[in-house]
Structure formats: structure tokens, C-alpha cells
């Protein structure tokens, strides 16, 4: 299988294709299943737990709450239907994203239809495979440039907050590669707006009432969040346009866009939308890949000995560049693993548009479909020892008779990231720069419990202390 086949669920599969995977043959027949069952609490109280006992119903579960009919779907072939095969009935307009739109608004993330379409063809380009590799040098400068920073803690013993360093280091890139913007001076504002809006969003799913037009205190923390990002945004594109900075990057081609038959530009808040939507899609996913990676690789001594070993042969000491990347297989492999047990999207949404039918089921027009990453990639009739951190899943062989949606981290379909290739570029790139130089050590006794805060971050942050690598010295000297 090639290497971007193994997460890329864009490309429609034969008709006659069926699940086959690790666990091909295994699976238990289970169809029609069709239950009701769940709260609201319970799921308040522990989402993930909630996700994969459900799943166990069924292929198709419904769910009783909420405020439409909704629906928990397990099955890969559900799933691409769903994603891929019928996409024009599924859309996002969600009322559970109510809380996004004054943060998003029409940013590519939550629009649709034909403006969702024009505008992805916009941004397109951005995101090329040829354009892609011109980011390369950045992402390793930025890294390096955060190794020096740590060079200190590392000296002193005192532990670094990873999962805070990862927010850090991928805001900046993604702000640099795509708007060549130096966030530096805002990369706190930017990070503290984010955590909160995210955790206040939770709290919305749950207690929608009063909504958010009423000057609660929540509503006016959430506000409060959203004018803060607003004021770097807005900055950012009004000094982009008053100093007529030539530039061929996104926000060069974002402002110099113009309606074929009206001639208009975008306006400063399409503008504000689509900076906004990919940068805060842009940074918090990549980060917490990493994230995961680097708590995982600390539980696993045998597998990190194999990243290094595979850093020596191909990189000696040397930072990596993008040519170096399809020698960096068991690299990639590393991370598509964690994908698979830490989905930084471990829920997709969708409101079915008008009516369809899932393995037999009816689904009505207006319900509400759930698509679970995080369930599905543990999904024991899927997955062999679905809880192991085994990097070797993702070799050529098992990979080849996987069925596609059984592992979806960036969704599918016409609606999968925008970003699927620059996040495993840069996740590929930072871990191997790092890896050469420092090993990560989780403090002892510090709990680490992912929280699902719409994406899945360690719910106590992840302070690790630093330790030198075998061959650092070669590489930055
Ligand atoms: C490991 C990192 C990433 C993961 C796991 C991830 C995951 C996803 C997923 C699952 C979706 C589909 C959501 C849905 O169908 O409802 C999505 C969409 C999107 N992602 Fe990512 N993403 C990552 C990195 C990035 C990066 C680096 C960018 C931009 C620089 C980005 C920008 C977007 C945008 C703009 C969309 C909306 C695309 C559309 O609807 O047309 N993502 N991402």
C-alpha cells in the first residue's frame, strides 16, 4: 500500500469491495441492529467509555438524546457511505456546532454546499504535494529553534510542558507556512482562547440553555475568547493589506481572490473565517498527535529503540529534510498508529439532508450522524489487540487488506482534511528532529487521561522531563 493510502479515504473504493482488514473473516454478522439507549449524563460523564461500549450494540445505534434522532455508525462500509458514497445528503449543519459559528463562521471546516465548494477549491492549491514540500525547511527551523529553548530545562532536569510545546511549535508553523505570519507575540493569546473555547463548548452540548445571545457568565468568557482571537486575526489581515505585502501564500491568494462575474474580493470577514478555521484546525490536531506520540513512545522502550535505529541508518545526525521522508517509514508508521489510538477528531457530526438508509435501517431527514474515529480504530472485531501501541499494523501487508473507513483519522470522502498531507509531513519531520536529539520521560505518578474536548488532548497537560539521545551530539552541534 502507498504510504498516503493508509489514511486517505478519498478515493471511491470498487463497488464490490467489503471490509476485510486485520480481523477479516472474524467478525461477528451483526446487522439490523437498531437500540435505544443512552443519556445525556452518561455521556457528559465519559464520552470515550460511552463511544465504545455503544459501538458494541451495533452497526447502527440509536442514540436517546440530544435534540433530534441520532445515530452511533461502526461499520466501514456505513461509514463511506456516509463520508463518500452519498456525501450530497449529508451536511453540517449541526446544532451542535451552534457554538462554533461566531468562532468559524464560514470557514471551510463548517461550511457547505456550492460555497463550501468554491472556496475549497480556493485553498487547494495551498495544499499540493509540490507546494507542501516548500514548507519543509520551516517546520524543521521552528523545530530546532524550540530545541534550543529546551536545551535549559534539559540541563536543569526540570520538566516541559509537551503538550503545551507541541500547541506552540504547530501554531507557529501552520502561521508561517500558509500566511507567513510570525506568531510568536501571540501564540499565548491564541492558546488560552483556544483551551477555553473548546472546554466552554462542551459545557454548551450539555447545557444549551440560556443560549448564547444572553449575557451569561459563560456566554460572555466565550465571547470574551472569541474577540481576543478576533483582534489578532483582523490585525493580521489589515497589515497584510495596508502594506500590500506581495506574497504567494494563502492569505496572499485569499485577498487577491475575486468573483468571476462580479469582480469582488472576499470580504474581511470571509477573510477572518478561513484564517481562523485553518488555524486553529491547523495546529491543535498536529499537536496533539504528537502529543499522544511522545506519551506512547515513553511506554513502549522497544519501539522507540526502533525509531532511533531507523533515525541513525537514514538520517545519521542530521536534521531531516522532505526528501528524507519515504525512507522514514517506521517514523510514519509510529504515527499513524497513534492516529489510530488518539483520532484527534474522535467524533465526526452530520445531519442527514433528506432520507437514507444505512444497512437496512431508515434514516430520517434531519438526524443527526455520529462517525467515531476513536471507537471504530479500537474496535475489537477490526482490530487485533485493539489496545496495544503496535506500530507494525501499519506495515504494507496488514495495511493492503484493511477495509478503508475501519481507519478514518481524517474523515473521507470530499470533506477529508484539507491538511491530511501537511499534518503527516510535519508530524513526520518534528517527531524525527526531536527524536534525534531527546527522549521524553513522563513524571512519575502524573496521570495521564485523554479528555475529549471535541478533539482528544491529556486532560492534565503532559509535563515530561528531557534526556539526551544517543548521537544528539552529531546532529546540531
Ligand atoms: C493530525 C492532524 C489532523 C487531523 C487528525 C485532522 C482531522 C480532520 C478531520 C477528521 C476532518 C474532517 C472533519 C469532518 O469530516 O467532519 C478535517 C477537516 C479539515 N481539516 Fe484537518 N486534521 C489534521 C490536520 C489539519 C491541518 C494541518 C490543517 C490545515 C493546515 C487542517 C485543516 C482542515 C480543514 C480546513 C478541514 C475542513 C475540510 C473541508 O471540510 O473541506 N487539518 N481534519
Known amino acids: 500500500m502507498s504510504q498516503s493510502s493508509t489514511h486517505t479515504n478519498d478515493t471511491p473504493a470498487p463497488a464490490s469491495s467489503r471490509p476485510s482488514g486485520e480481523k477479516q473473516g472474524k467478525r461477528p454478522h451483526r446487522h439490523r441492529t437498531f437500540s435505544l439507549l443512552g443519556s445525556a449524563s452518561e455521556i457528559q460523564r465519559d464520552p470515550l467509555a460511552f463511544l465504545l461500549r455503544t459501538q458494541q450494540l451495533g452497526e447502527v445505534v440509536r442514540l436517546r438524546f440530544l435534540f433530534s434522532p441520532a445515530y452511533l455508525v461502526s461499520d466501514p462500509e456505513s461509514i463511506k457511505h456516509v463520508l463518500q458514497y452519498n456525501a450530497r445528503n449529508y451536511n453540517?449543519?449541526?446544532?451542535?456546532?451552534?457554538?462554533?459559528?461566531?468562532?468559524?463562521g464560514q470557514g471551510l471546516l463548517l461550511n457547505d454546499g456550492?460555497?463550501?465548494?468554491?472556496?475549497?477549491?480556493?485553498?487547494?492549491?495551498?495544499?499540493?504535494?509540490?507546494?507542501?514540500?516548500?514548507?519543509g525547511t520551516l517546520m524543521t527551523d521552528a523545530t530546532v529553534t524550540m530545541l534550543e529553548q529546551w536545551k535549559s530545562s534539559f540541563e536543569k532536569g526540570t520538566p516541559v510542558d509537551i503538550a503545551e510545546e507541541m500547541m506552540r511549535l504547530t501554531l507557529q508553523i501552520v502561521g508561517r507556512a500558509l500566511f507567513?505570519?510570525?506568531?510568536?507575540?501571540?501564540?499565548?493569546?491564541i492558546g488560552y482562547a483556544v483551551t477555553t473555547l473548546l472546554q466552554l463548548f462542551v459545557d454548551y452540548v450539555f447545557r444549551p440553555f440560556p443560549p448564547l445571545s444572553v449575557p451569561t457568565p459563560r456566554n460572555r468568557r466565550l465571547q470574551q475568547a472569541i474577540r481576543s482571537l478576533d483582534q489578532v486575526v483582523y490585525r493580521l489581515i489589515a497589515e497584510r493589506r495596508t502594506h500590500q505585502m506581495e506574497g504567494d501564500d494563502l492569505l496572499s491568494t485569499l485577498l487577491a481572490v475575486q468573483d468571476a462575474e462580479t469582480g469582488q474580493g472576499m470580504n474581511?470577514?470571509?477573510v477572518r473565517d478561513e484564517v481562523m478555521t485553518l488555524l486553529l484546525a491547523g495546529h491543535e490536531t498536529t499537536a496533539n498527535t504528537l502529543t499522544w506520540t511522545w506519551y506512547l513512545l515513553s511506554q513502549s522502550p522497544e519501539i522507540e529503540r526502533r525509531l532511533h535505529l531507523e533515525l541513525n541508518e537514514v538520517l545519521g545526525g542530521r536534521v531531516p529534510t522532505v526528501e528524507d521522508l519515504p525512507n522514514l517509514k517506521y517514523t510514519r508508521m509510529i504515527i499513524e498508529e497513534t492516529?489510530?489510538?488518539?483520532?484527534?477528531t474522535p467524533v465526526l457530526s452530520r445531519k442527514a439532508i433528506g432520507h437514507d438508509e444505512l444497512r437496512g435501517y431508515p434514516i430520517g431527514a434531519n438526524s443527526l450522524i455520529m462517525l467515531s474515529p476513536y471507537a471504530v480504530h479500537r474496535h475489537p472485531a477490526l482490530w487485533e489487540e485493539p489496545e496495544r501501541f503496535d506500530p507494525d499494523r501499519f506495515g504494507p501487508e496488514r495495511s493492503a487488506t484493511r477495509p478503508a473507513y475501519a481507519y478514518f483519522p481524517f474523515g473521507g470522502g470530499p470533506r477529508v482534511c484539507i491538511g491530511n498531507h501537511f499534518a503527516m509531513m510535519e508530524a513526520q519531520l518534528l517527531l524525527s528532529t526531536i527524536a534525534q536529539r531527546y527522549r521524553l520521560r513522563i513524571i512519575p505518578g502524573h496521570p495521564v487521561e485523554p479528555q475529549m474536548v471535541v478533539t482528544l488532548r491529556p486532560r492534565s497537560g503532559l509535563p515530561m522531563t528531557i534526556h539526551a539521545t544517543e548521537r544528539a551530539g552529531r546532529q546540531h552541534s
Not at 456550492?114 to 507542501?132: I, K
Not at 492516529?339 to 484527534?344: A, E, N, S
Open 92 to 104: 453540517k449543519d449541526l446544532i451542535t456546532y451552534t457554538m462554533f459559528r461566531p468562532l468559524l
Open 268 to 270: 474581511d470577514r470571509q
Open 339 to 344: 492516529l489510530r489510538l488518539y483520532p484527534p
Open 180 to 189: 507567513s505570519l510570525d506568531l510568536n507575540q501571540e501564540v499565548g493569546t
Open 114 to 135: 456550492l460555497s463550501w465548494l468554491h472556496q475549497r477549491r480556493l485553498m487547494q492549491p495551498a495544499f499540493h504535494r509540490s507546494r507542501l514540500s516548500t514548507y
